[in-house]
């Protein structure tokens, strides 16, 4: 028997976007880590660090599980943006991603009963057209961008804001699909 898959995330998106392709967790439980980057980290780095950091501390007190983790980073260049909790850090990351490309390094882990790891990372490139002073205001009236990656949800308004997308949109969302159903099938689960 397959033991019971927790996701360890606190985002609705993650657990809409594994429904999407069948997947549908036992439990799913809030890790508590400090999500801040750390001095000098790269963007890919800090996604798979966080993802596993996640995983591993949901796993520590559910042993017999699969527990999955995810993180999603969105940098400019090696600047990491934050994930916008106030509206002048949304403000800020849509004036900076105006015109520009941008990468979104998704980290997915998957820790097995007994406490092996398994990581995959996606990159997608992103790139915003030029926003108006208007465009940016009434996105930040919509609150969308709260708790967002990078101040900004690509399922929603700032749909009309990409011009091109390389990669895995569902990683923009949250969670790389093709990775995550992967390394879950590397660990027996979903088959």
């Known amino acids: 028997m397959t033991a019971p898959l927790i996701l360890a995330s606190a985002s609705p998106r993650r657990l809409d976007l594994l429904a999407q392709i069948g997947i549908a967790p036992a439990r799913v439980v809030a890790p508590r880590i400090d999500e801040a980057p750390l ?3 790269l963007p ?8 596993e950091a996640k995983a591993r501390a949901v796993a520590e007190t559910n042993p017999g599980a699969i527990v999955l983790g995810a993180d999603t980073v969105v940098a400019c260049g090696r600047r990491i943006l934050p994930k916008a909790e106030t509206e002048a850090q949304a403000r800020a990351c849509l004036t900076l991603l105006s015109g520009r490309r941008h990468r979104v390094h998704g980290g997915v882990c998957a820790i097995a009963p007994g406490g092996r790891a398994m990581r995959r990372a996606a990159i997608s490139i992103v790139a915003f057209k030029r926003l108006t002073s208007d465009e940016i205001a009434a996105y930040l009236a919509s609150d969308e961008w709260r708790g967002k990656a990078g101040g900004y949800a ?3 308004r700032a749909a009309a804001f990409v011009r091109f997308l390389s990669g895995s949109y569902s990683n923009v969302v949250g969670l790389p699909l093709f990775e995550t ?11």
């Open 39 to 41: 001095p000098g980290e």
């Open 44 to 51: 890919a780095h800090c996604a798979g660090r966080l993802a």
């Open 181 to 191: 159903a992967a390394l879950l099938r590397g660990l027996g689960h979903g088959d």
């Open 154 to 156: 690509i399922q929603g």
